[in-house]
């Protein structure tokens, strides 16, 4: 999962996002799919070589995309600040995509190359591609290429490949729960975390209102789960949590009005509500989470939605309430 604003066919810029015929809102597929291990050895897709070195590689993301949020989640989890560089995407994606422009408060520019957008990236790590340009993106400083822009993989290769480096062994991905947090993830990112997308972007009554409801069924059924326990898998928090994070952290924000997903909000459910602010809670993941960035590109960047790009003032911020 990714965040994506534009394509490359053959090394040539295409901003057009072609529309499905039933108007469903369909996310495209990524194209990097090698892992970091702490040997160097091939992961489960991909080539080897790319070993757990400290310094050696850098994180591409935006504030404003939930999949590039995870990634920065879990390099503050797994202690990764001081091994793995970080650049920040200016929050406005328009005609030219994801932009290295610093003249938004928190972008950093491209702190590597010094190139003018997320595309330059992809093509010089290959002049041919095609394909969709997104964040978030694993350099390899060393091999000058992608290791992957697939975030669902990063934040596995955070969570476990850097621990003899780093000493932190903190699981997210515990071998005795997989089998049940794929269960869990598999249903949050179909009807929430790219939920959301579908009812916002859905071309017709018909895809909205498939979408729209499938959210607040998925909303419901984890209120009523978080009766009972403090997290999705139990008294701990895993990765399926991780995952659901970044979306919680927009709803109110940008989802509820920007996506017309208004029928309640997270702060309307007492449970989710006190479980969604002790993840932001949680040492270092308030840094993670730049509010006006995701004001920002959501209102500004979708103009078929926004054409206007008027940025709503936005709901009181509650989020360092007592969880």
Not at 105 to 117: I, N, P, Q, R
Not at 236 to 248: G, M
Not at 255 to 278: E, G, M, Q, S, V
Request: charged share 25%.
């Amino acid at each position: 999962m990714r965040c994506d604003v534009g394509e490359l066919i053959n090394g040539v810029w295409s901003a057009d996002r072609p529309a499905s015929e039933d108007g469903e809102f369909r996310r495209s597929t990524t194209r990097f799919h090698n892992w970091i291990t702490a040997d160097g050895s091939p992961g489960p897709t991909g080539s080897g070589g790319f070993g757990a070195e400290s310094g050696r590689y850098h994180l591409y993301v935006s504030y404003a995309c939930p999949w590039a949020h995870r990634t920065l989640i879990f390099r503050t989890l797994k202690g990764l600040g001081q091994h793995i560089g970080v650049s920040v995407v200016h929050p406005e994606a328009l005609q030219d995509g994801w932009s290295f422009s610093a003249d938004f408060s928190g972008a950093t520019g491209d702190l590597l190359y010094g190139l003018s957008f997320v595309r330059d990236l992809y093509l010089k790590a290959d002049p041919t591609i095609s394909g969709r340009v997104t964040v978030p993106i694993l350099w390899d400083k060393h091999r000058e290429t992608i290791v992957s822009n697939e975030s669902s993989e990063i934040i596995r290769m955070f969570n476990s490949a850097f621990d003899g480096l780093t000493g932190n062994r903190d699981d997210f991905w515990p071998q005795v729960l997989r089998a049940k947090i794929e269960e869990v993830n598999a249903r949050i990112y179909d009807s929430f975390n790219n939920g959301v997308y579908r009812a916002g972007f859905a071309r017709n009554q018909g895809a909205y209102d498939r979408a729209v409801v499938e959210v607040f069924e998925t909303l419901d059924w984890i209120e009523d789960r978080l009766d009972e326990q403090d997290f999705l898998m139990g008294q701990k928090a895993t990765e399926a949590d991780w995952r659901l994070f970044p979306t919680l952290a927009r709803f109110d924000l940008v989802y509820h009005t920007h996506f017309k997903c208004n029928h309640k909000r997270i702060i309307d459910y007492p449970n989710l509500w006190r479980y969604a602010r002790r993840l932001y809670q949680w040492p270092g993941i308030a840094g993670t989470v730049n509010f006006e960035h995701i004001a920002r590109h959501y209102y500004f960047s979708h103009e078929t939605l926004n054409p206007n790009r008027i940025v709503p003032i936005g709901p009181v911020n509650r989020w360092s309430q007592p969880a």
